[in-house]
């Protein structure tokens, strides 16, 4: 299947610290979408990119759609406490003509585990 | 809307049991799909759904199935529970914002715990 690289795996930042983090891939992506999953729950969609170029906020979130349509970052700037969490990145390959699940299956990274020292 | 939900919340098998994940979505979205999510691993598609009455495999269907009878529901059934299943199970529905640009933006329940003993 698709391959998504998702980096960094982890972070260790303080407080008040921006956080920066990014997904690439071999493929062309639809859309990028960024979710937060905290412990025990589900994951929550924060921003979704649906250009490439397309630059997006959320609060102190900004999350960016690759011009080539490969990769995503999504930045978080003053870093609090309920930042933690995981944060996925996840992409949706462009409709294939010969089926509709094509055009909303995602393809997810693995990942970025973000821990706030305050 | 309660989006989508999932029950049970926290569940214990033993070797060989069967059970049935039950999933909800009240938002009338024709796309539906499970994953399963294990450390270090990310979220893995199991099955899916693009309607009522449609299914199909995912990444990793062995030892699960599925149906859809109604668009609100999507049963995920263990036929008999493997200690290799303990994972957490997450529910997902999806619809197209445009039928135009077919962007697609997915929405999670809070997912079951799933033990195998």
């Not at chain 1, 690289?5 to 859309?31: A, L």
């Not at chain 1, 406490?81 to 055009?103: E, K, M, N, T, W």
């Not at chain 2, 693009?50 to 990444?59: L, R, S």
Request: aromatic fraction near 10%; charge should be neutral; proline fraction near 5%.
């Amino acid at each position: 299947g698709q391959q998504l690289n998702q980096s960094p795996q982890s972070m260790f930042i303080q407080e008040g610290e921006d956080v920066s983090m990014n997904c690439t891939s071999s493929s062309i992506f639809n859309t990028w979408l960024w979710y937060k999953q905290e412990p025990g729950e589900g994951p929550v969609l924060l921003i979704a990119l649906y250009k490439a170029g397309e630059l997006t906020s959320n609060g102190r979130l900004t999350a960016q759609f690759g011009i080539t349509r490969k990769d995503s970052f999504l930045n978080i700037s003053a870093s609090i406490p309920s930042d933690v969490g995981i944060y996925f990145c996840a992409g949706q390959l462009p409709r294939r003509a010969d089926s509709g699940a094509g055009s909303y299956q995602l393809t997810f990274g693995k990942g970025t585990k973000l821990s706030v020292i305050p | 809307n309660a989006g989508v939900t999932q029950t049970p919340k926290f569940q214990v098998l033993k070797t060989g049991q069967s059970m049935t994940l039950q999933c909800a979505q009240d938002m009338n979205h024709e796309y539906m799909s499970w994953y399963r999510q294990d450390p270090g691993m990310g979220l893995r598609l199991i099955h899916y759904s693009v309607g009522a009455g449609i299914t199909d495999q995912g990444e990793v269907p062995n030892g699960y199935n599925v149906s859809r009878s109604t668009t609100e529901d999507f049963p995920l059934r263990l036929l008999s529970a493997a200690p290799s299943q303990t994972s957490v199970y997450f529910c997902a529905s999806s619809y197209h914002r445009s039928r135009r640009t077919m962007n697609t933006e997915a929405f999670f329940g809070q997912g079951t715990r799933l033990t195998v003993v």
